[in-house]
């Protein structure tokens, strides 16, 4: 027995008008919904879905010189597994994904320190932050290769002060790939901290009032509140980060001329790519890496949905 009549007999009603129309209850609302993401979806299908099944038919072919296809079979797919610069480049993508990575943490702090109570020109030192986050990365590249500059470089001078010798960083194989990498650093920094401002001005401030009538520091609220309760935010931002570096290239491609001798080991994935499709003419070869990549980004993506099960705390 119903506690309100009133209301039951009105869903009675209701239910027996549905079924003697023969429609089923919000059925309605449902087609209506299926119109509103109609658009993405379309879009999805046209600019995702069939470039990506296009994508998968080319790595099977081999273009000519003057247009046209052939169907090869796997060929392209033997030349990408044997070929050795394929597997220097992923390790360097690896090692620019690595490096990426390190904006997280540095992001995590700052937005701490910016969301202190008290503290002004908070929307100033954000703007700031944010600012290299949306500067062409050709005037990023351009500006970081004449602080690298190993004659007159700002970073050298500065390293001279303190008696150190001047150093060719992008020239250099062996420090090319971190001065890059520091330079992505620098430049994504600003993104990942507006993400985690958002996220840490999420948490109640009950958490903190009551750690800080426990006698909890500062130090010890970073690590026992804003870290924990913040892990949603920091998987979001890792996964996003992961993808975005394993797709580098415009900074790599501004910042290493074609006569620079680092050049074989600061490239990545895509700038293989590059190189295969539009300067060696080689498309079927060049789609086959770039379904390659696409597996590889999903199988790390998969491998970062999997283990958050074990460090990422939803409320």
């Known amino acids: 027995m119903s506690v309100f009549p009133a209301t039951a007999a009105a869903k009675s009603a209701g239910r027996g ?26 879009g999805f299908a046209v600019f995702y879905f069939w470039p990506l099944l296009q994508t998968f038919y080319f790595s099977f072919t081999e273009f000519g010189a003057f247009g046209g296809h052939t169907f090869i079979g796997t060929d ?13 480049a992923l390790g360097n993508t690896l090692i620019y994904s690595v490096i990426g990575l390190m904006a997280l943490p540095v992001a995590i702090v700052v937005a701490s320190l910016l969301n202190r109570r008290g503290l002004r020109g908070v929307s100033v030192y954000r703007a700031l932050y944010f600012v290299p986050f949306v500067t062409l990365p050709v005037a990023v590249g351009l500006v970081w290769n004449w602080l690298y500059n190993g004659d007159f470089g700002l970073v050298n001078e500065i390293l001279s002060w303190f008696g150190a010798d001047r150093h060719y960083w992008v020239s250099d194989p062996s420090t090319a790939v971190y001065a890059i990498g520091t330079v992505m650093v620098w430049s994504t920094t600003g993104y990942y901290l507006v993400i ?51 797709q580098t290239f415009d900074l790599i491609y501004i910042m290493m001329a074609e006569q620079n001798p680092a050049i074989g080991d600061t490239q990545s994935i895509v700038g293989l790519f590059y190189k295969w499709a539009f300067v060696e003419n080689a498309q079927g070869a060049a789609a086959a890496l770039a379904f390659l990549l696409m597996l590889v980004i999903a199988a790390l993506t998969y491998l970062q949905f999997r283990m958050q099960k074990r460090w990422v705390h939803y409320a």
């Open 76 to 88: 392209n797919y033997l030349r990408v597994v044997k070929d050795v610069t394929v597997w220097q």
């Open 196 to 246: 985690f401002m958002a996220g840490i001005k999420g948490i109640p401030q009950d958490y903190y009032e009551a750690a800080e009538l426990d006698g909890a520091g500062a130090l010890r609220r970073f690590f026992t509140i804003t870290l924990p309760l913040l892990s949603p935010t920091i998987f979001f931002a890792s996964v996003i980060c992961m993808i975005n570096s394993l």
């Open 17 to 42: 008008r549905s079924a003697a129309s023969g429609a089923r209850p919000g059925s309605r609302n449902q087609r209506s919904a299926y119109w509103y993401i109609a658009p993405l979806g379309l």
